[in-house]
């Protein structure tokens, strides 16, 4: 099951959407990022992927900018016992052509 920007902007407003994680740095993050993402530095992952443990039985759909970051992040969490996880097809990149909201912190 993938999710492309249009798909994950539907998901949002459902209450049965996937749990969505950013693993930018924290600067990128407080920028501007998916509203409802939580924030999880790639480079944290292998550390602090526990802290994800109560999402591990629902869709997880992780970004980064441009796609080296989430497709690390998503192999960590798989290698975890994570079974559902999914990259955003074109990342934050893509989110903001689409015109999408954004928050920021």
């Known amino acids: 099951m993938s999710y492309n920007a249009d798909r994950l902007r539907k998901a949002l407003d459902s209450t049965d959407g996937p749990v969505i994680v950013d693993v930018r740095s924290k600067r990128e993050y407080s920028q501007s990022h998916i509203p409802g993402a939580i924030h ?3 480079w ?3 550390f602090r992927f526990k802290t994800l443990y109560v ?15 989430a497709v690390f992040a998503r192999q960590v969490l798989l290698s975890k016992g994570f079974a559902k996880v999914e990259c955003l097809d074109g990342q934050m ?3 903001r052509r689409s015109g999408y909201p954004v928050a920021n912190k």
């Open 55 to 69: 999402f591990r039985d629902k869709v997880i759909v992780v970004y980064c900018e441009h796609g080296p970051r």
């Open 93 to 95: 990149l893509d989110w």
């Open 40 to 42: 999880l530095s790639f």
């Open 44 to 46: 944290a992952m292998p």
